[in-house]
């Protein structure tokens, strides 16, 4: 309640024109009226979706892990489900079935097949809850294989302990296809180091005296090694162990010491 007081007219002689401007000040300065503005509405609760890294590099027959995350605004607390899209071939995500909690974040794993070509891709995760969606974008970068042979030269050390630099010798590492294994041979520490490719680690050493010279049979079926002492070894590229020796003196009617074996394309052998 705002009051006004007024002199008595006899006191104070004031034209109507002014008591009606003095009242409507007085009123206004009051505040009065019924037209006060009404409070804001509370802000709408959200979220925003974020990954890391933002960018990743993803070698054939491995993986890598990233983080999802849902940062909630404005007291944000439902659940938001995950979709991907944009994942390049021989490339796959899990869990497939993701939902976030708002503030916890989720590990994702991309997995790439042993044959998964090379792509330069962007994976994107979209977030929904209820009418609310929103996105994060993953550069993905996939060094793939080319007929089944990494790309990227990758190994830089076999553990061999000759310097084949000293020695005329075209024939020291083989890939064998059929099983995606390298297979080098090292005469000073008498074997021959098994690779495999998908992996990129050694996962088996087979024994062969002076092991030098090695190649491949049409079929992928034999490996044949030619070692500095002469003898000649047939080698299971599946079950990566010797399955026979030749020894030198035995071989031709006089006996020939071969350091290296080339197979022709029928099949026979040459000794060198």
Do not use: K
């Amino acid at each position: 309640m705002c009051r006004i007081r007024m002199r008595p007219t006899s006191c104070l002689s004031i034209s109507w024109p002014v008591l009606a401007l003095l009242l409507v000040i007085g009123l206004a300065g009051c505040g009065g009226g019924s037209g006060g503005s009404q409070p804001p509405p509370p802000p709408t609760p959200d979220f925003s979706l974020a990954v890391t890294p933002t960018s990743e590099t993803l070698n054939a027959g491995s993986s890598v892990s990233v983080s999802l995350l849902a940062n909630p605004v404005n007291g944000f607390a439902s659940q938001v489900t995950i979709q991907f899209s944009g994942v390049p071939g021989g490339v796959s995500v899990s869990p497939t079935n993701v939902t976030l909690t708002p503030g916890t974040p989720r590990q994702l794993t991309l997995s790439a097949v042993a044959t998964a070509p090379s792509a330069n891709a962007t994976v994107t995760f979209t977030g929904t809850s209820g009418s609310l969606t929103h996105t994060a974008n993953l550069a993905l970068t996939v060094n793939g294989t080319s007929n089944g042979v990494p790309i990227r030269t990758r190994y830089v050390r076999t553990d061999a302990t000759t310097e084949y630099s000293l020695w005329v010798n075209q024939h020291w590492m083989l890939y064998h296809a059929a099983t995606g294994r390298y297979f080098v041979t090292d005469p000073s520490s008498n074997q021959i180091i098994v690779f495999d490719a998908a992996s990129q680690t050694v996962i088996a050493r087979i024994g062969v005296p002076g092991a030098f010279g090695l190649d491949d049979t049409p079929d992928h079926s034999t490996l044949y090694v030619g070692p500095q002492v002469g003898d000649v070894y047939a080698v299971d590229p599946v079950a990566m162990a010797v399955t026979q020796r030749y020894i030198a003196s035995q071989i031709g009617p006089y006996g020939f010491a071969a350091s290296q074996v080339l197979v022709l394309a029928d099949g026979q052998i040459a000794l060198i």
